[in-house]
């Protein structure tokens, strides 16, 4: 039974971590309708800027708590200027291409991306500083739930909540939501798009930087490769959930995480990552429009 | 070429942004073991500097191209290129052709096997090329799983060779038809879906044919791959390495000759057009009566027996393969030389691949760059030239009298 | 109100209901269309005409309702319902768009030519060899393309990239593409639209000689001079629902259809 819920809580923290990249896919699609295959990218640089932040300030011997803390701004900060800057020039010139230029060239962003870190830092694997101490109070429990685990569902959740609160009530939150539903409407109704866009990529670079850090505590290295396998596998949940829908990618995330987290503890762990690669594309044949999406007929 | 000052300035805030963007991962690195921390201060000149000669130059190309566009009005009307051109004059297009194929033929004798070699690969690489600008520059199907057709040539040769000790010449085929009938089998399913969720699912594919190959030790050797396969025969002949290189290099001259005329002529045919119409309005397509599902089929089945060829070859010509040879990478450069060279344009992919194998090949301080170019060109290409370097010239028919015969003039 | 009827129609659609979400673009809808008959379409926008258009050709699957078409020659009736857009296609009825959907980096004759697809039959081996029958083939069709470009007036720019057409040319075009396919019941959405008052004049007189060559027609139009001038019979809907159906003259006056278009002309 241990062993249940530890695999069950180990496949809550994963999805958690799916559900924060996994929501920057869906925003992107619900507003322009594109793939952001550098989105995997983003994360890893989210990664890798708190890494370099955290590493640079313990050796220069600054509190626990302070690093973490500047880590997880520099990390958001420089991911969304990455997912903004990304935008401008990669998409924003091709919206009114034929369809198939934008996907190319968010590939070239991706496999740009991740050779420019290559190039400009390293090709090992890097030792990532522990920045989640092991909580006493977590102690008894240890056994099937790790103090990272525990900080991870938490921080997911609180991010979550403040997302939907963000999206609910604030005029960009609402400007995002109509741009969502009707671009040609929201510029009739004086919404700039533009804007719109731009706080999309951004806010949906800041999750994934979060994510990034989080998850490079919790495994404890990094790669400048972690953003390809990661980023497929949120896509695969963001479309498991019904791409473009925002609590379906959160669904998809966990269902996704739990799944591959009892498949790897019961089954085998060699397969893992065919695993997820042959959900996705058994979704994507059988069910395109997801678990929450709508299939929709488009307008001829 | 005039800058206004707003220009200029406009570029320097670019500038100052990249440097502020590039800072934590161009400028500081850290090392966690020996704790110690380098500043790269100079790298933030060479962004500051690069970044502002590329986003001037950028915004001269955009503005140059505008004007261009506002000039004829119809900007896209394709012209077609200097080399197209020649080739098309009658008088220079036999002797052109001469020309090329006496350089080719005299190649190995001129420079040396190691240049051959080299040259092997680029020809690898011209014929993956046009197989799979049949998929993606013509038919418009963004397969990024393409390698794993490449991937299936080279195990069925390795592993029928292995197993039942089949030579070359028999593989060959079988290669090609089973990456084909792989291409079929994945394309019945997937070929239904949109564009952008294709293109994930190719992906998805030719990741999980790269993991199977990897993680099914008894059936693949996995990671450790397969070596001692056998290069191919020449009537029984025992051949020395050197010559055994010469002679896949003639062997892969005759696949590219024998692959530009095939793609050739598919792609002025019947099926040819209806895979350019796909590519344009797929909903048109099927108003006009074209089995939408059918023309997909045989273009991704019609590229992936190309791949599969190769992949033969390639087993052949370094007697060993592993997964590694066949990563997503792989497929991404084979995609940016169809970029590159232009959709649907023969002679553009011809050139591009020759250019983006041999010059990492040659410029040795270049090669690092390799993958960092790939990326960059694939954003750039879409951005400020998405037609290619040489963009493919649609093809014209000559009526000798008006109404009655009319007769077909080759273009490429 | 309905006319009197010897043969059987060509197109015979019957409770046609289409459903997006909430909407309800088109309300069980009854009619027909005879053989070499002109029928005209009309409505305010909105109505569901190209709805309507888009489930007889197969583009969007209709939530309910049936579509019969009948071959004029053989008399054989086929139920549409269920079948891709390219089966329709081949059974003789083929469709222009109404927001052009030309291949506008392909060649006006190549336009032309994709719609000779479903008439002919060379694969990849015809295609690799290139042999005696695949020749003939492709001459054939190259012959038949120029044929119909004439026909619409195109027969001068058949090397012109579609998209560097004039508006007008790119709808003649389209009807051209249309034609190739050999329709013996051809769709029009809004053929006008677009055009100038003389090119309206010849689209009358192209119209016209189309359903002489044997061709039924269905259109859509606004241009209610060009519907009066030639349509045999109207059908006029609003709302997703047939209001009125009837000569030209009976549409006129008819109470109904005033007030749809109330504020609009009527004439
Ligand atoms: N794919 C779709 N999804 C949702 N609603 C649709 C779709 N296609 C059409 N509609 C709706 O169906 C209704 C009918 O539209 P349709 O285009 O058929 O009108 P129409 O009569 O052709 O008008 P017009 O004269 O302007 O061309 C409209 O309210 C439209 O918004
Ligand atoms: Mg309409």
């Known amino acids: 039974m241990d062993y249940f819920i530890e695999l069950f809580l180990s496949g809550l923290t994963r999805g958690s971590i799916y559900a924060l990249i996994a929501l920057g896919y869906t925003m992107v699609y619900g507003i322009i309708g594109l793939i952001n295959f550098a989105h995997g990218e983003i994360y890893m640089i989210g990664a890798f800027t708190s890494f370099i932040v955290a590493t640079t300030l313990s050796i220069y011997g600054f509190p626990l708590a302070a690093i973490v803390v500047v880590a997880g701004v520099a990390a958001a900060i420089w991911s969304s200027a990455y997912g903004y800057t990304v935008e401008k020039i990669a998409y924003k010139p091709l919206r009114h291409a034929p369809r198939l230029a934008p996907l190319i060239s968010a590939i070239g962003m991706s496999i740009l991306l991740q050779n420019y870190v290559l190039l400009a830092q390293t090709s090992d694997f890097l030792a990532f500083p522990a920045l989640i101490p092991e909580f006493a109070f977590m102690e008894p429990v240890a056994h099937i739930i790790g103090s990272s685990d525990l900080v991870i569902l938490i921080t997911t959740a609180v991010v979550m909540l403040a997302l939907t609160l963000f999206i609910k009530f604030t005029r960009i939150g609402k400007a995002m939501r109509a741009t969502a539903q009707d671009r040609t ?24 930087a979060i994510g990034g850090l989080l998850i490079a505590s919790h495994i404890g290295q990094i790669n400048f490769a972690i953003g390809f396998i990661a980023g497929i596998k949120a896509f695969t949940a963001a479309v498991l959930g019904g791409i473009g829908s925002i609590p379906g990618a959160v669904l998809g995330s966990l269902v996704l995480g739990l799944t591959e987290s009892f498949a790897t503890g019961y089954v085998s762990s060699d397969y893992e990552d065919v695993f997820a690669f042959s959900l996705l594309v058994l979704i994507l044949i059988f069910k395109p429009s997801g678990l929450l999406g709508k299939a929709d007929t488009k307008k001829v | 070429m005039m800058m206004t000052v707003k220009e200029i300035k406009k570029s320097l805030l670019v500038s100052l942004w990249f440097v502020f963007l590039t800072f934590p991962i161009m400028v500081i690195k850290v090392n966690p073991i020996e704790r110690t921390v380098t500043w790269r201060w100079s790298n933030v000149l060479y962004v500051a500097v690069g970044s502002f000669v590329i986003s001037l ?77 049949i998929v993606v520059g013509v038919a418009g199907l963004l397969d990024l799983g393409y390698v794993a057709f ?103 001259i005759g696949l590219v000759l024998l692959t530009v005329f095939v793609v050739n002529r598919l792609q002025h045919s019947r099926l040819g057009r209806a895979w350019l119409a796909l590519r344009e309005d797929e909903i048109a397509c099927q108003a006009m ?96 030239k998405p037609e290619g370097l040489i963009a493919a010239v649609r093809r014209t028919y000559r009526f000798h009298e008006r109404k009655s015969v009319a007769a077909l003039q080759d273009d490429e | 109100m309905m006319n009197k009827r010897m043969s059987k129609p060509i197109l015979d659609v019957s409770g046609l209901t289409m459903d997006f979400g909430g909407i309800r673009a088109l309300d ?240």
């Open chain 2, 57 to 133: 130059l950028a915004k001269a190309w955009l503005v140059r191209k505008a004007r261009a566009a506002g000039r004829q009005q119809a900007a896209c009307q394709a012209r077609a290129s200097i080399l197209q051109e020649l080739l098309h004059r009658p008088g220079y297009r036999y002797p052109l052709i001469i020309m090329f194929s006496g350089l080719a033929l005299a190649f190995p004798h001129l420079f040396s096997t190691y240049q051959a070699n080299i040259m092997t690969t680029a020809l690898m690489y011209i014929v993956l090329g046009l197989g799979l600008n």
């Open chain 2, 289 to 384: 009566g074209i089995d939408k599902t059918r023309i997909k089929l045989t273009a991704f089945a019609l590229g992936a027996f190309w791949a599969g060829l190769v992949g033969v070859i390639f087993a052949a010509k370094t007697t060993f393969v592993n997964p590694a040879s066949f990563t997503f990478l792989e497929s991404a450069i084979i995609l940016a030389i169809v970029v590159l060279g232009g959709m649907g344009s023969i002679v553009g992919v011809i050139c591009s691949a020759l250019i983006l194998t041999l010059l990492p090949e040659y410029l040795r301080a270049l090669s690092e760059y390799r993958m960092l170019a790939f990326g960059a060109i694939l954003v750039a290409m879409m951005i400020f």
């Open chain 1, 185 to 208: 409407m929201a510029l009739l109704v004086g919404i700039n798009v533009d804007r719109v866009i731009s706080a999309t990529f951004i806010l949906g670079s800041a999750l994934a």
């Open chain 3, 28 to 267: 069980h809808l009854d009619f027909d269309v005879q053989a070499t008959e002109i029928v005209a379409l009309i409505g305010p926008n909105g109505a569901g005409k190209t709805t309507l258009f888009n489930c007889l050709t197969g583009i969007y699957q209709p939530t309910d309702g049936e579509i019969r078409l009948a071959c004029p020659k053989t008399g054989q009736q086929t139920r549409l319902n269920g079948l891709k857009p390219n089966k329709i296609t081949e059974k003789g009825m083929a469709r222009t768009f109404q927001n052009i959907r030309l291949f506008s980096q392909m060649t006006v004759l190549e336009n032309v030519m994709i719609g000779r697809h479903c008439r002919t039959h060379s694969l990849i081996l015809g295609a690799i060899l290139r042999n005696r029958k695949t020749r003939e083939e492709e001459q054939e069709t190259i012959h038949k393309s120029y044929e119909i470009l004439e026909k619409v007036g195109l027969a001068g720019q058949v090397d012109e990239l579609a998209g560097n057409l004039s508006y007008g040319a790119q709808r003649r075009l389209e009807i051209a593409r249309a034609l190739a396919t050999e329709p013996f019941l051809l769709l029009l959405d809004e053929p006008a639209a677009g055009m100038n008052p003389q090119e309206t004049v010849e689209l009358v007189t192209l119209i016209r000689q189309i359903r002489d060559e044997g061709h039924a027609i269905l259109l859509i139009e606004h241009d209610m001079k060009l519907v009066m001038t030639l349509s045999d019979r109207v059908v006029v809907m609003d709302y997703g629902e047939k209001i009125a159906e009837g000569t030209p003259e009976q549409i006129r006056t008819n109470r109904e259809v005033i007030k749809a278009y109330l504020g609009e002309d009527g004439e």
């Open chain 2, 150 to 252: 490449y991937a299936i040539g080279a195990y069925s040769y390795a592993l029928l060779n292995l197993n039942f000790h089949l030579g070359f010449w028999a593989a060959l085929p079988i290669g090609g038809l089973l990456a084909a009938l792989f291409g079929l089998l994945l394309g019945f399913p997937v070929l239904r879906l949109r564009g952008d969720y294709l293109a994930i699912v190719t992906l998805g594919f030719g990741e999980i044919i790269r993991l199977v190959l990897e993680n099914w030790n008894a059936f693949s050797k996995g990671p450790s791959g397969i070596s001692n396969i056998p290069r191919p025969g020449f009537f029984g002949l025992e051949m020395s390495l050197d010559h055994a290189m010469i002679y896949m290099y003639y062997l892969m």
